[in-house]
């Protein structure tokens, strides 16, 4: 009972501190053992008598065992997070950002919902707010979400994992969701989750793997920006700028690299 508990303990006190449930289930998880202070404090009580030795006695055995789950718990807490904090898992906090979000986004039509204000999604923002276009952000990490805001990006603290915190976000009027998770098995969820609601939406994800990558070519409606061969072909170009060729001409062997990529990914595409 040791375990549960503290971690329920753990993870609420954390959510009234305002972090993200997926968050706070990590670390309530992460701690949730018994520590060596416990064990020296149930010593030096069993050694003044201060409470009667049967009583202690189980308590000490619950909180060995508890230490012995330590590694266990340290090492998949991640994985337990994530199923305790999802729609539908076991517990299902309540999301009181999740309210926030839709009282401040009643008002967004045809706008474009980015997972994430990591620097990549920072930057994606920026970008769309010079050119005029509605957007917001969805980031879980309560300090990112206040150095954003700080800085006038218009990011909200909310779990992008949880359906009902896409749901909030509008969803349901949104024109276009970019995803920018590094966490490739996250992306897919998020990913599977918007297309079983907005089936027609367009997603654009940004991913590191070639593995991942063909998982979301494979999707519909999903547009995918893999991240190594953006940077090489973003590198090529800046290398042949500096080596003095054309604009026309760098756009042509660019334009060739991306199909020869796209042919050798999908070996029955045209290459025209």
Not at 98 to 112: G, P
Not at 199 to 219: E, G, I, K, N
Request: net charge positive.
């Amino acid at each position: 009972m040791l375990v549960p508990v503290k971690i329920g303990l753990n993870t609420l006190a954390l959510r009234a501190a305002r972090l993200s449930a997926l968050d706070a289930w990590r670390t309530g998880i992460a701690l949730g053992h018994g520590g060596e202070f416990a064990l020296l404090l149930l010593g030096m009580v069993l050694q003044q008598h201060l409470i009667p030795a049967t009583v202690v006695q189980p308590m000490l055995v619950a909180l060995v065992l508890s230490m012995a789950l330590a590694p266990l718990l340290i090492r998949h807490h991640d994985v337990l997070a994530r199923f305790l904090s999802r729609t539908g898992g076991v517990i299902q906090p309540p999301q009181a950002e999740e309210v926030e979000i839709a009282a401040q986004t009643a008002r967004f039509r045809d706008h474009v919902i980015i997972c994430g204000a990591g620097e990549l999604g920072l930057t994606v923002s920026e970008i769309l707010r010079h050119a005029g276009v509605a957007h917001l952000l969805l980031e879980a990490d309560a300090q990112k979400v206040e150095a954003a805001r700080a800085a006038g990006v218009p990011v909200f603290h909310g779990d992008a994992s949880r359906p009902d915190t896409l749901l909030a976000a509008g969803l349901a009027q949104a024109r276009l969701v970019v995803l920018t998770f590094d966490h490739a098995q996250q992306v897919l969820r998020i990913a599977q989750a918007i297309a079983e609601r907005r089936p027609a939406l367009t997603l654009w994800v940004s991913c590191r793997s070639t593995t991942a990558a063909d998982a979301f070519r494979a999707m519909p409606n999903v547009r995918v920006y893999q991240q190594s061969f953006a940077a090489a072909i973003g590198l090529a170009e800046q290398v042949m700028s500096t080596l003095g060729m054309s604009t026309e001409l760098i756009e042509g062997h660019i334009s060739a690299m991306r199909r020869r990529l796209d042919s050798s990914r999908f070996p029955g595409s045209s290459s025209s």
